[in-house]
């Protein structure tokens, strides 16, 4: 399996730490963010990995260059940014037609990427998405999740102010090709995966509840948390 990983935003919620340096090169216990991503997606038996550029895109080149992964990481740079489906319609061939691992590259997680998987080759017949759901202490920030009695998606709500719960959406999904198809067929420049393509695929989108680490650090006060929690010990990378 081939892995999406999206890493070109602005991270301007976390300024002026990213004023000279990308999001995904946050570090976090003194080595950048995307490091854990790639040690977690490759020890886990990813084919390879596609990651998207446009902030500091020169910074992201050099620093893959001298990763031990860089002979299976790919790079696209975006002149434009075209949102998280956009990433995903562009660039479908890809994928070869095939299932893809999707992540978000500004979350610090645990995620067992093969326990995701193992997930997914279990989903119901008709379901085309295994979604990583957590338990968030943020749901406000968050798209929150309805699951029927199946764990099935049966509601999605993107960054409400009164959600019904903090069951949310991780960003870290497999995704089948018929999901990027719909990617594709949006007609907007940019394309937002969590607005413009999930809510599509209700009753067809299979959660996997992780119960491990799993936090966002777009913010400052998410990123002391992540480092604390790097130090006290509560999470567990490859």
Same mark, same amino acid.
Request: aromatic residues 8%.
């Given at each position: *399996?081939? /892995? +999406? %990983?999206?890493?070109?935003?602005?991270? $301007?919620?976390?300024?002026?730490?990213?004023?000279?340096?990308?999001? &995904? %090169?946050?570090?976090?216990?003194?080595?950048?963010?995307?490091?854990?991503?790639?040690?977690?997606?490759?020890?886990?038996?990813?084919?390879?990995?596609?990651?998207?550029?446009?902030?500091?895109?020169?910074?992201?080149?050099? @620093?893959?260059?001298?990763?031990?992964?860089?002979?299976?990481?790919?790079?696209?740079?975006?002149?434009?940014?075209?949102? $998280?489906?956009?990433?995903?319609?562009?660039?479908?061939?890809?994928?070869?037609?095939?299932?893809?691992?999707? /992540?978000?590259?500004?979350?610090?997680?645990?995620?067992?990427?093969?326990?995701?998987?193992?997930?997914?080759?279990?989903?119901?017949? #008709? &379901?085309? =998405?295994? *979604?990583?759901?957590?338990? $968030?202490?943020?749901?406000?920030? &968050?798209?929150?999740?309805?699951?029927?009695?199946?764990?099935?998606?049966? !509601?999605? @709500?993107?960054?409400?102010?009164?959600?019904?719960?903090?069951? !949310?959406?991780?960003?870290? *999904?497999?995704?089948?090709?018929?999901?990027?198809?719909?990617?594709?067929?949006?007609?907007?420049? +940019?394309?937002?995966?969590?607005?413009?393509?999930?809510?599509?695929?209700?009753?067809?989108?299979?959660?996997?509840? @992780?119960?491990?680490?799993?936090? #966002?650090?777009?913010?400052?006060?998410?990123?002391?948390?992540?480092?604390? #929690? =790097?130090?006290?010990?509560?999470?567990?990378?490859?």
């Amino acid at each position: *399996m081939r /892995a +999406l %990983l999206l890493a070109a935003g602005l991270g $301007t919620r976390l300024r002026p730490l990213t004023n000279d340096i990308p999001k &995904c %090169l946050v570090p976090i216990n003194g080595r950048p963010l995307i490091n854990y991503w790639f040690d977690n997606l490759f020890k886990s038996g990813i084919e390879r990995v596609l990651i998207n550029k446009h902030y500091f895109a020169d910074r992201v080149t050099d @620093h893959i260059a001298r990763s031990p992964w860089k002979d299976r990481i790919d790079q696209v740079y975006e002149p434009d940014l075209v949102g $998280t489906g956009g990433t995903l319609a562009a660039n479908l061939d890809y994928f070869q037609n095939q299932p893809l691992f999707l /992540a978000y590259a500004d979350n610090l997680s645990d995620v067992d990427v093969g326990a995701v998987q193992a997930t997914h080759a279990t989903r119901p017949k #008709d &379901c085309v =998405m295994t *979604m990583l759901a957590f338990e $968030t202490d943020n749901p406000q920030s &968050c798209g929150i999740l309805e699951l029927d009695a199946n764990n099935l998606v049966r !509601a999605f @709500h993107e960054k409400v102010p009164n959600p019904p719960g903090n069951l !949310a959406n991780g960003a870290v *999904m497999i995704i089948e090709p018929e999901v990027g198809a719909a990617a594709k067929a949006v007609p907007k420049p +940019l394309i937002d995966l969590s607005v413009d393509v999930i809510p599509n695929f209700l009753g067809r989108i299979q959660a996997f509840r @992780h119960t491990g680490y799993h936090r #966002d650090i777009g913010n400052p006060s998410s990123l002391a948390q992540a480092e604390a #929690d =790097m130090r006290a010990g509560l999470i567990r990378l490859p």
